[in-house]
């Protein structure tokens, strides 16, 4: 498995003491290693359905990682990451004018 790969975040520290020891090999023994984002197999990492901190199985799924050529799980993180920072901005406050070349 790829290592240090949260490096840098704090996201390892809210993963439970036994994810990688046992969590992750038995996300890939009960649904094999098949990306559940785009259905191909060779995933290598494990992705939680919902984001967040629930790490039961139910939403657990293999994902492609770190060294794959689909990547699915830093596409998906991002995109995540994307939609959470759409719904901060703020709307635009003027209303379009119009064109100053325009017959009245
Ligand atoms: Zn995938």
């Not at 020891?21 to 919902?50: K, Q, R, W």
């Not at 967040?52 to 990451?81: F, M, V, W």
Request: charged share 25%; hydrophobic share 25%.
């Amino acid at each position: 498995m790829p290592n240090g790969q949260w490096a840098g975040s704090n996201r390892a520290k809210r993963l439970p003491p036994n994810w990688t020891s046992e969590m992750v090999p038995e996300t890939f023994e009960v649904y094999g290693d098949i990306c559940h984002v785009c259905g191909l197999p060779g995933a290598n990492e494990v992705d939680h359905v919902n984001p967040g901190d629930d790490h039961s199985l139910a939403n657990r799924r293999p994902i492609h990682g770190k060294g794959t050529p689909q990547n699915c799980h830093q596409i998906k993180s991002s995109s995540e990451g994307g939609r959470a920072a759409q719904a901060k901005r703020p709307k635009r406050a003027r209303p379009p004018e119009p064109h100053p070349g325009l017959r009245r």
